[in-house]
């Protein structure tokens, strides 16, 4: 089994590597490769996506590595192989980003990510730190895992789902903020499992091991 993590210019990729080739290690789920190249992609069993910075950014990013995003969809939509986006590589699923300005998403999971605008003015964007998940739907990559558990976000837009069905945790910062969406094949986390101590390296070992 091989796990690709894909690289494209969009942040330090150090510790994703090392959390999901643990998880892989003590799951023994294969191998995990950091790669910017398609073929590997399509060769790999499970395709991961990170992201760091702006939706436009990440976005032109992506795209300028030729063949990157073909070859993530070949392996994601017509071969159905798990996938999950984290940070910006959950955002870039939907339907369209309006940070900075409004930029195409691929539209795997309807819905737009708009700038978090919390309740209470106190609260300060980005939304950044410790929050507690709520769980809305069960899910594979959930086991083990329940609300009140806590994740790190670091993050100014989040993803509004147009199916509720597709949001599967929430957290609360001023009001609902998106933190897992997920349909079929695919998932996507808007905080960072890597750097979500033991309940984050719960999900990527449950990630390894789903079989949808």
């Known amino acids: ?28 789920t294969g191998e995990v490769i950091v790669t910017s190249s398609p073929e590997d992609v399509l060769r790999a069993d499970r395709v991961v996506l990170p992201g760091d910075g702006a939706f436009p950014a990440c976005k032109a990013e992506l795209f300028e590595h030729s063949g990157l995003f073909e070859a993530t969809e070949e392996a994601v939509i017509r071969r159905g192989r798990p996938f999950l986006g984290i940070c910006i590589g959950m955002q870039m699923l939907s339907t369209t980003g309006h940070e900075y300005v ?7 999971i309807g819905g737009d990510v708009v700038k978090i605008t919390p309740a209470d003015p106190s609260l300060k ?3 950044m730190g ?15 895992v329940a609300s009140g558990d806590h994740a790190y976000f670091v993050h100014s837009y989040h993803f509004q789902v147009k199916d509720p069905a597709h949001r599967l945790a929430h957290v609360d910062y001023g009001g609902d903020i998106t933190a ?15 750097k ?4 984050g390296l719960r999900m990527i070992a449950n990630f390894l091991s789903w079989a949808p």
Not at 22 to 27: D, L, S
Not at 102 to 108: A, C, K, Q, R
Not at 180 to 194: A, C, L, S
């Open 1 to 28: 089994m091989l796990t690709a993590i894909i690289d494209y210019d969009s942040g330090n990729l150090h510790s994703a590597e090392k959390a999901f080739q643990r998880m892989a290690r003590e799951t023994g």
């Open 102 to 108: 409004e930029t195409p998403g691929f539209d795997w």
């Open 125 to 127: 964007v980005p939304h």
């Open 130 to 144: 410790w929050n507690n998940l709520v769980i809305d739907s069960p899910h594979p990559l959930l086991a083990g």
């Open 180 to 194: 897992i969406v997920g349909r079929d094949n695919m998932v996507g986390m808007q905080f960072h499992p890597e």
């Open 196 to 199: 979500s101590q033991h309940i």
